[in-house]
């Protein structure tokens, strides 16, 4: 899949769209979801044109990966959420594609936290 220069996060990347932005690296960038699931629900995206979590995996660099995994776990911290803090923990959801129900075809990590998660899959209604 080709990356869309037109997806929201490029947008947001370019400053085109406002963020409320928690953390910024040189190659991540750390916001609040426009629609949280959860009292803390933070976004993380690398500043790379990566379209998919297995995209992002194959075709950094080292040095964009570490980056990008040292800004989710900053950002736990930075939250409250981490355990090595004594926090109450998270969630880490990377949705990929159409069975992922992927919406910004940009990669991005979700954190959740902030009251209990519940179940980690729910079968969709009807199923
Ligand atoms: P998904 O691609 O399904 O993993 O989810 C995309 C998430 O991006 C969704 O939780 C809502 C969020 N989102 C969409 N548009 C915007 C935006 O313009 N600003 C912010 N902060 N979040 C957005």
Request: charged content about 25%.
């Amino acid at each position: 899949m080709n990356y869309d220069d037109a997806n929201i996060f490029a947008k947001i990347l370019r400053g085109e769209i406002p963020n409320e932005t928690v953390m910024e690296t040189d190659h991540a960038l750390a916001f609040r979801d426009i629609n949280p699931q959860a009292p803390n629900h933070v976004l993380v995206i690398p500043k790379g044109k990566y379209v998919s979590f297995d995209d992002f995996a194959a075709n950094a660099d080292p040095a964009e990966i570490v980056d990008f995994i040292r800004t989710v776990g900053a950002i736990a911290s930075a939250e409250g959420l981490a355990l090595k803090d004594g926090g109450d923990g998270f969630r880490l959801i990377s949705n990929a594609g159409k069975n992922g129900v992927q919406e910004v075809p940009h990669f991005h990590v979700h954190i959740l936290g902030g009251r209990w998660l519940g179940r980690m899959l729910k079968k969709p209604e009807g199923e």
